[in-house]
């Protein structure tokens, strides 16, 4: 069946690119994932404006534990600052942040961090800003399977009631829609292990901007371009 409703709802994002920004600049490569972060701040004001009632972005991969202890511990050190920082402009622009991901690996100080800003967010309606802290979507399913395997085992469901709707309440993203529109910045055209399960029927723009220099007014344009494609879920227009 056609789908003639045509605003991208969720968008994902893989903001790649920071680490080229900053060696293109003769610079270390941190400093590329704090002139990204700033892109951050910037996408999300331009979300409500333009139908996008969901914003997920990834953060950190399962992956990207084989970086350089600097550059990983850098990393972590700007998603504390970031959640110090703009925790009560996210909570007066009406965001409401959740994390998903394992949090098992993460430093207890940036969970209890994560912990509460999800909590002082929590009753924000304007949008949803989901951050993918840790996360990778084969790592994702595996816990949802083992979960939903324990709550088969322990006679809480039965193998016969398993379908892929119970499967998707089982995965960390159980709270939000499917991703309308996947965004990839940096020129690669990769899914990266990024909202596997979620996006079967996403559609994809790959663009060649790094993620630094990724502004609202071009992520206005793809959000645009995506209200003006058919999308027909595996049937035929009509
Ligand atoms: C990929 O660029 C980017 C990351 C692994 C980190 C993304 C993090 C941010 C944008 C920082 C801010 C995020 C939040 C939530 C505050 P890359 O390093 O792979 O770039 P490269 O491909 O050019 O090396």
Redesign the pocket.
């Known amino acids: 069946m056609a789908d003639t409703a045509k605003s991208a709802g969720h968008v994902a994002v893989i903001?790649?690119?920071?680490?080229?920004?900053a060696?293109m600049r003769g610079r270390p490569?941190l400093m590329?994932?704090?002139a990204?972060?700033k892109?951050?701040r910037e996408i999300v004001e331009a979300c409500p404006d333009v139908g996008v009632k969901h914003l997920t972005?990834?953060?950190?991969?399962t992956e990207?534990w084989k970086r350089t202890q600097t550059e990983v511990a850098g990393?972590m050190r700007?998603?504390k600052r970031?959640i110090r920082r703009e925790t009560q402009d996210l909570i007066n622009n009406g965001v409401r942040v959740r994390f998903i991901g394992d949090r098992i690996r993460l430093e207890d100080s940036l969970v209890a961090l994560m912990d509460d800003l999800e909590l002082a967010t929590s009753h924000n309606t304007k949008m949803n800003l989901t951050?993918a802290?840790n996360y990778g979507g084969r790592d994702e399913v595996t816990r949802a399977v083992k979960r939903l395997a324990y709550d088969v085992e322990q006679g809480k469901l039965s193998h016969s009631n398993v379908n892929a709707e119970v499967l998707s309440g089982y995965l960390d993203t159980h709270f939000l829609p499917d991703p309308d529109l996947v965004i990839r910045t940096?020129g690669?055209a990769r899914i990266s292990n990024f909202l596997l399960w979620q996006s079967a029927y996403a559609e994809y723009e790959f663009v060649d901007t790094?993620?630094p220099d990724f502004t609202a007014a071009e992520f206005v344009k793809l959000v645009s371009r995506f209200g003006q494609r058919e999308r027909r879920y595996g049937g035929i227009a009509v």
Not at 15 to 21: L, T
Request: charged content about 15%.
């Open positions: 903001m790649d690119g920071n680490g080229r920004w060696q490569r590329g994932h704090h990204g972060a892109r951050v972005i990834f953060a950190f991969s990207n990393l700007l998603f970031y951050i802290l940096s690669e790094l993620w």
